[in-house]
């Protein structure tokens, strides 16, 4: 059974930094795409960020290109994005996604790519 869950979100101030970590279980992380999406209130869900699994490439939307890192920790079988330079616009549920097998790159922006998802973690950016 896979199992996704994010943690580490909350109340920051624009310009602030904030680190979400996705613990996954029942599946590798190194070898599976996986990717963060964001859903703010009345909006469709989001790409944020993906990494390919075997390769490691990285994706990332314009908006958050330049301020947010992503990364796995293969050891501890977790994937973080590292947010810096927040802005009022980063405000969402922040979701964790996992799928399987090798998606040509340009499939990693979809949600449908994906067939594991976490239950979101909120981050507030606001004075």
């Known amino acids: 059974q896979v199992q996704l869950v994010e943690s580490g979100g909350g109340l920051m101030q624009p310009g602030g930094s904030l680190r979400l970590s996705c613990a996954v279980s029942?599946?590798?992380?190194?070898?599976?795409?996986m990717a963060w999406f964001r859903q703010a209130p009345g909006q469709e869900r989001e790409f944020v960020a993906a990494?390919?699994?075997?390769?490691?490439?990285?994706y990332y939307a314009d908006s958050v290109k330049g301020r947010f890192t992503v990364s796995k920790n293969n050891g501890k079988n977790t994937l973080d994005l590292q947010m810096n330079s927040l802005k009022n616009e980063d405000t969402a549920v922040y979701y964790c996604?996992?799928?399987?097998?090798?998606?040509?790159?340009?499939?990693?922006?979809?949600?449908?790519?994906?067939?594991?998802w976490g239950q979101g973690t909120q981050v507030t950016v606001s004075s």
């Open positions: 996604a996992a799928g399987t097998g090798s998606p040509i790159s340009s499939y990693l922006r979809y949600a449908s790519t994906y067939t594991y």
């Open positions: 029942g599946l590798t992380v190194r070898t599976s795409p």
């Open positions: 990494f390919r699994g075997v390769g490691g490439m990285t």
